[in-house]
């Protein structure tokens, strides 16, 4: 029992090391975005709506506060639009000229945490990056600026007192739930579901695990079972020994972050992974270097092992959420570092943050170089076969993409996270079900959006270009096109996020973003400089 508490404590210190310094800043009060209108209509857009169902337009969709009221065919691409065909518009209404334009639902972000204090960045700054790339709503696992912070950005969200997405809020297990920041030390069944109910009670959406004493997540997940409330587990490499993917989804778990407890549920010839002898989990560079050896060491693809814990996933209605944009740098770390945004969107502080460093969490470069890299392609290619696969039988996959680390900035990691999913062989209609649908159903919030139809809010985003082409239209920077004249444009970039009817200039958002790190910047003379290198 001893050594099981000091594996829990040492996780939770690494955890309150990422999160709970102090409360980041909370976003200001909405001064974005206009509407919302009794009655709005957006007019001409070609619909993507997130069921598989291929583009369809010119369509006039009527919003009505705040729910969709009617998705109307309006005629014939390259033909003259006849008005008698469209809705009317009522008095005091809004019409938005979208003819041309791609509409989606919009995107859902499953594990996207509120900035934090080690990074420096504040709610607006991270609020408008994910809003500027057309994500509407965001989970938080675990509150790392506390529930009550979280709770409180959520209830001004829903009421859009703020610019930002809505917000789901998971309280990491174990946390205080009086306000106060640090975890308890939960070593019985009963203390276990005593926490779950406070936490319900609280007003919380869900709880994130880490893994535990196996009676311990059993009584939990079965406690927050009985309260309706949904789960999401990062498998800590301190329990996946006796507690993997698979015992949490029997006992109750509705989703899993990463991949984590996923490979070790797929041992054949073996019951641990393959440490060095040397190996320290308090050293980020062994953890995330043997990590990339993992998936080589489960079943084979589409071995019995494999294919049994896959299909009883999938029995159990269970989501992965894998976030592989925030390993990427493993096994590209030069890319990473040089993605074009960092210069005008990431901020000084979080630069800093994420130079190699020995206490920051996900700073874990202290040498890293071509074995690790070629072990994490490795990774990658299983990994992406297990998901593909996945989605393949039936199963839930949703983008997720846990930014803030490892040179993965909030907003731009998520259309690389699309990037990925379809690298892993996903068709780009099966990519915007992931970032729609597939998310409100993991959340429980499927009722009200992830889909254009009648009924549901008034969650989209609209896009210049088509998204099916080129995913790389997303980012907030565009794509590069060269035009007939010879000349190299950008294009895309998604033109309009609206959110709850709201209509936000989404390239907007970006610019006031770009901003704060000029002000940032300014204040220090400070320039983005490569790790070891001198600056200018």
């Keep these: 029992m001893k050594n099981l508490k000091a594996k829990t404590f040492l996780f939770a210190c690494l955890l309150l090391s990422i999160y709970v310094k102090a409360q980041i800043e909370k976003a200001p009060p909405r001064t974005d975005g206009e509407g919302p209108w009794s009655q709005l209509i957006i007019r001409g857009v070609t619909v993507i709506d997130g069921t598989l169902s291929p583009p369809i337009g010119p369509v006039d969709i009527v919003v009505e506060n705040n729910r969709i009221s009617s998705v109307q065919v309006v005629g014939f691409p390259g033909m ?23 509409l989606l639902p919009g995107f859902v972000d ?17 609020y408008k990056l994910w809003m500027g790339h057309g994500i509407t709503t965001i989970c ?28 789901q809020a ?48 059993t009584a939990a997940l079965d406690e927050n079972k009985k309260m309706g409330l949904r789960s ?30 996923l490979p070790e549920a797929m041992f054949d010839d073996r019951t641990v992974q393959n440490y060095s002898l040397d190996y320290n989990y308090q050293n980020e560079q062994d953890r995330f270097g043997e990590a990339g050896q993992l998936w080589a060491q489960a079943a084979k693809p589409f071995s019995k092992k494999w294919n049994e814990v896959m299909d009883e996933l999938i029995s159990l209605d269970f989501s992965l959420s894998p976030t592989m ?12 570092r040089r993605a074009e945004w960092h210069e005008e969107y990431t901020l000084p502080s979080l630069w800093e943050f994420y ?56 907003g731009f990691a998520y ?18 079900k992931a970032a729609t649908l597939n998310g409100a159903e993991a959340l429980g919030l499927d009722d009200e959006i992830g889909t254009i139809k009648v009924g549901k809010l008034a969650d989209f985003v609209i896009i210049e270009e088509n998204p099916l082409e080129n995913l790389k239209a997303l980012y907030g920077t565009g794509a590069i096109q060269l035009q007939q004249d010879n000349s190299i444009e950008r294009v895309g970039g998604v033109k309009y996020t609206i959110k709850d009817g709201i209509i936000y200039d989404a390239k907007k958002l970006l610019e006031d973003v770009r901003k704060i790190v000029e002000e940032a910047k300014a204040k220090s003379n400070y320039q983005i400089v490569q790790p070891g290198m001198k600056p200018e």
């Design 80 to 102: 003259d639009i006849d008005p008698n065909r469209r809705p009317k518009l009522k008095p005091g209404g809004k019409e938005l000229n979208a003819e041309g334009m791609y």
């Design 110 to 126: 499953t594990h996207a945490h509120i900035g934090g204090t080690s990074q420096g960045t504040p709610a607006e700054y991270v």
């Design 140 to 167: 938080d696992p675990g509150s790392g600026n506390g529930i009550d912070w979280v709770l409180d950005q959520k209830e001004k969200s829903a009421k859009n007192e703020i610019t930002a997405p809505r917000i």
């Design 170 to 217: 998971y309280t990491w297990f174990g946390s205080n739930l009086n306000g106060e920041r640090g975890r308890g030390d939960i070593t019985t069944p009963e203390a276990a579901r005593e926490w779950v109910r406070a936490n319900a009670k609280k007003g919380a959406d869900g709880i994130k695990f880490g893994g535990g004493l196996p009676e311990v997540m």
């Design 232 to 261: 999401k587990t990062h498998h800590a490499q301190l329990y996946v020994g006796r507690w993997n993917v698979l015992h949490s989804a029997r006992a109750g778990l509705t989703s899993m972050e990463h991949w984590y407890g």
């Design 325 to 336: 944009v925030i390993y990427e740098a493993n096994r590209d770390l030069q890319r990473a």
């Design 355 to 410: 130079a190699p460093s020995r206490q920051s969490h996900g700073s874990y470069w202290h040498y890293w170089g071509t074995e690790q890299e070629i072990d994490w392609k490795e990774n990658y290619e299983l990994w992406m076969a297990f998901l593909n696969e996945y989605k393949n039988r039936g199963g839930r996959v949703t983008v997720g993409t846990d930014a803030g680390f490892i040179y993965q900035l909030y």
């Design 415 to 432: 259309p690389r996270e699309m990037e990925l999913l379809r690298e892993a062989g996903f068709h780009p209609l099966e990519v915007i």
